[in-house]
């Protein structure tokens, strides 16, 4: 879980208008956060399972923003995945 601070600085970072916190580029933030807070956690605790599932899932749910972002605004998906530095 991330704390309340951080949360609160990645929606700012990321949202479109002054209320917005579900937009696409939001929720690819948060998500992107947690993965990397998650990664780091295996690579200490490599048996882990049940949070390697999670993280999986986490993955896969950010792939699919991502892709429904690119069909629909496609420079606003590659605005995003400079700023948050991802491999696409």
Request: hydrophobic share 30%; glycine share 4%; proline share 1%.
């Amino acid at each position: 879980m991330l704390k309340k601070t951080k949360k609160a600085k990645i929606i700012e970072e990321n949202k479109s208008h002054k209320t917005d916190t579900g937009s696409a580029d939001v929720q690819i933030g948060l998500l992107t956060e947690e993965i990397k807070k998650l990664t780091s956690h295996l690579r200490t605790h490599p048996k882990d399972n049940h949070s390697r599932r999670g993280l999986l899932g986490m993955v896969s749910k950010r792939k699919k923003l991502l892709n429904w972002l690119k069909n629909t605004n496609e420079s606003k998906y590659y605005r995003l995945i400079k700023k948050l530095e991802l491999k696409k």
